[in-house]
């Protein structure tokens, strides 16, 4: 079985090149591939179910034809999608995932998250993780018209991408001792995750074996895919 994982598109209006790509490589990839994994950060914001701008239309279409030519696509929320529901889900064919998800291939233990519950050192990003996650917070949001949504969601990215220009980069990225207790609390083999940009794969010491993290890219000039299958890995970067 021929696994794919990507992550951290941040498909967008203004930047159809990238919607483009993201349609092509579904293409490609549904005769090659038997599941596709995309761990979160599909789009650079998502402010509900009932947005049918021409960006999530084209997208649901490909993710649509893709399921129905037998690729199985699963789906992981990031921070910028993480309202992305059932309705989306039903109406693609692809199956919502829970953070941390785990499964077993090839006799190896696996976990997949977006990657930002590791990255407890930015304590202001995950007290609004915690706040926008809420029930609450989700219902009262949704309950909004949609251009009321829009409105808060950009002004909510606008505020992001300022306080991130202000922070240290590490603290922006993983902890390694969060990481490391992760892997010992899980029993995993492998992790693989998005979220920091930081596209590598990384190996720890394990008690009989080595263990190994795969961080995937973001998609910008070029994209990235994480490939596995039962004799070969690799972490590969194409242009888009």
């Known amino acids: 079985m021929n696994l794919g994982f990507i992550s951290d598109l941040h498909l ?67 921070n910028r999608d993480f309202l992305l529901d059932s309705s989306f889900a039903e109406s693609t064919g692809i199956s919502l995932l829970p953070d941390p998800f785990f499964f077993d291939y090839f ?11 590791f990255c407890i050192d ?20 949704l309950n909004k018209s949609l251009d009321e949504r829009k409105s808060i969601a950009s002004s909510m990215r606008d505020a992001s991408k300022k306080n991130s220009s202000q922070k240290d980069l590490m603290i922006m990225d993983v902890n390694i001792n969060e990481v490391a207790s992760f892997f010992d609390k899980h029993g995993i083999d492998l992790l693989i995750h998005g979220h ?24 910008d000039k070029t994209g990235w895919c994480f490939y596995l299958d039962s004799t070969s890995q690799n972490l590969e970067e194409f242009r888009i």
């Open 12 to 78: 967008s209006e203004t930047d159809t090149s990238l919607t483009n790509a993201f349609v092509d490589f579904l293409k490609s990839h549904s005769s090659n591939l038997d599941q596709l994994y995309i761990l979160g950060d599909l789009y650079e914001v998502w402010i509900g179910d009932d947005d049918s701008s021409s960006l999530i239309t084209s997208t649901k279409d490909a993710l649509s034809k893709a399921s129905k030519a037998g690729l199985e696509i699963f789906f992981i929320h990031g």
């Open 107 to 117: 006799g190896k233990k696996i976990a997949l998250s977006h990657g930002d519950m």
């Open 122 to 141: 930015d304590t202001e990003y995950q007290t609004f993780k915690k706040q926008v996650r809420s029930p609450k917070w989700k219902t009262e949001f």
């Open 196 to 219: 920091t940009h930081k596209p590598n794969i990384h190996e720890l010491d394990g008690k009989n074996s080595k263990l190994k993290r795969v961080v995937l890219g973001d998609w």
